[in-house]
């Protein structure tokens, strides 16, 4: 039997009946403080950042010129696999859970998470599913050489390393699962009285729609690869069209879940933003009612856009002609939000701190993504540049420029609160612009790879492509080695920069939601006041 004391600055620690605290290691792994667990999730998913970026190097290294210079083409196509699945489900996901974990109890005046043991165990099934996932690379037969998308029939021919990979996205389904259940029970019960829904902080309110998506569609992602499976052993032919199956079945199945799945790794984004625009616009967030519909019908109409990605599979023109309106459709509670973040700012006390700078990157950043998404939205032109370099600049506009940017603007806004110390604000800057510059580097010019005619996952091209691949992959390194300067902004915070005052961010005083949380943390985001 456990039980568990409060210390003085708010953690729970369990201990046994003979009055011992576990201390160390087993402090950790027992944990059910949801600020222990949200800083648990935070540093597995920079370690995971660490090795998808990795992987994300070696192919641009490979890809600096023509020519088979680095790796064999099968291992080329076994990283890029590699690449994508832990960049979504290792490192951008378990980002956002964290942050889940370590505010949303503060925001809402919670004194923690609903489950505290079912907290802990939707972590510590992380690192075994990251660990299958990274083996899977090192097996007879890889890992899936078949992208991120596990598309079949390749999939149903690939070697052990396959089944290892369907067993790490089993395992982190069910995480992803048991947080949703966690963060939706902690939302709608453990409110402080007077929170109502519609005075939450507006991070509570897009982790409550992205939960709910979760809880949609991680089965449906585990159906299609339990299906696979058992085409693989079991005799099925659910996919494998010489059984009287068919392969683009299991398109329409990954991109109902797929396409959900890319609000999932942004919509959190959207709640952090709109704190840092607020905080250091020192307004009030703009229109708060129209982003909660503005997130709820993104969330809502992400599932009826999935077949943009299958134009070419040869769908009817009339099926093509809906989702390519359905996708247009999409764009306008996301033009919304953008109208309201810019409408914040305007005539705003701006101050551009490292928050501010990261979130106003990730609005001109993401908008960009959002424009050449609807270049893609149009079938006829889709057809073109599917499977180009322009779907991989259009995907890395939105969701490393979206996550990432505004992963980045709520770790430097909440650090202070985290650490009780003030980080570097000259190298968090400059964190800011090496990150903007060469991401640009990297990215924008795959635009014109992919109108050119470059297609993705080949690690080999034509000589004419050779000069914006070199531009590219020095901007990839460039931006690789950024993160290092991230990291070590970091650590120095914790090991001890200067205190942190009450109120890191001056002047979003009167503002402040007036229920305190346990000392010495202090609230100061900009929250509808509680009556």
């Not at 010129?65 to 064999?72: A, D, H, S, T």
């Not at 004194?111 to 990274?134: E, I, Y």
């Not at 392969?247 to 942004?266: A, K, M, S, T």
């Not at 009030?284 to 077949?307: D, E, K």
Request: proline fraction near 6%; charge should be neutral.
């Amino acid at each position: 039997m456990n039980t568990a004391t409060t210390t003085a600055n708010g953690h729970s620690v369990g201990h046994d009946d003979h009055g011992h605290h576990p201390t160390g290691l087993m402090r950790w792994i027992t944990t059910t403080n949801h600020k222990d667990i949200g800083t648990m999730y935070l540093w597995f998913s920079f370690a995971m950042f660490l090795v998808g970026g990795c992987m994300a190097l070696t192919i641009r290294s490979e890809l600096f010129q023509p020519g088979l210079q680095i790796v064999r083409p099968e291992f080329f196509n076994q990283l890029t696999t590699l690449h994508g699945l832990i960049m979504v489900f290792g490192a951008i996901m378990p980002a956002f859970v964290g942050f889940a974990n370590w505010m949303l109890p503060l925001q809402i005046g919670a004194s923690d998470m609903a489950f505290g043991r079912m907290n802990n165990l939707s972590f510590w099934l992380l690192p075994p599913a990251a660990l299958l996932l990274t083996t899977s690379l090192f097996v007879p037969g890889g890992a899936a050489a078949a992208g991120w998308t596990l598309y079949p029939p390749l999939t149903i021919q690939l070697g052990m390393g396959m089944d290892m990979a369907i067993f790490a996205i089993h395992i982190l389904g069910i995480s992803s699962i048991m947080g949703s259940i966690n963060i939706i029970t902690t939302i709608f019960n453990l409110r402080a009285p007077g929170m109502t829904l519609m005075k939450m902080p507006l991070f509570c309110w897009t982790w409550l729609v992205t939960a709910f998506l979760i809880i949609a569609v991680m089965p449906v992602f585990a159906g299609a690869v339990t299906m696979l499976l058992t085409d693989r052993h079991f005799g099925t032919s659910f996919f494998s069209a010489a059984g009287g199956g068919d392969p683009v079945l299991y398109q329409h199945i990954f991109w109902f879940f797929g396409h959900p799945e890319v609000y999932i790794v942004i919509i959190p984004g959207f709640g952090i933003v709109s704190h840092v625009i607020s905080t250091f616009s020192r307004k009030p967030l703009f229109g708060y009612a129209s982003m909660v519909y503005a997130v709820a019908a993104i969330g809502i109409l992400s599932f009826t856009v999935w077949a943009h990605h299958m134009y070419t599979t040869g769908m009817p023109v009339t099926a093509q002609l809906y989702f390519m309106y359905a996708t247009m459709f999409i764009a306008v509670p996301t033009g919304v939000k953008i109208f309201n973040w810019t409408a914040t700012m305007w005539r705003g006390s701006l101050s551009f701190e490292t928050p501010m700078l990261f979130a106003i990157g990730f609005i001109f950043l993401f908008t960009i993504g959002g424009f050449s998404g609807l270049v893609l939205a149009m079938a006829a032109v889709d057809v073109q540049m599917q499977d180009t370099y322009y779907v991989v600049a259009h995907f890395h506009y939105t969701m490393v420029a979206g996550a990432l940017f505004s992963a980045f603007a709520g770790a430097y806004y909440w650090l202070p609160k985290w650490t009780g110390h003030m980080y570097n604000e000259k190298l968090g800057q400059l964190h800011f612009w090496l990150t903007f510059i060469f991401f640009n580097m990297t990215f924008f010019v795959q635009h014109f790879l992919g109108l050119a005619g470059m297609p993705r996952r080949i690690p080999d091209y034509a000589v004419q492509f050779t000069d914006f691949n070199q531009i590219s992959t020095i901007g990839a390194f460039g931006l690789g080695l950024s993160q290092l300067l991230f990291l070590y902004v970091v650590i120095t915070c914790i090991k001890g920069g200067p205190k942190a005052p009450a109120k890191p961010w001056e002047g979003a005083e009167g503002l402040e939601w007036d229920v305190p949380s346990p000392a010495p943390y202090h609230t100061w985001e900009v929250q509808p006041i509680v009556k």
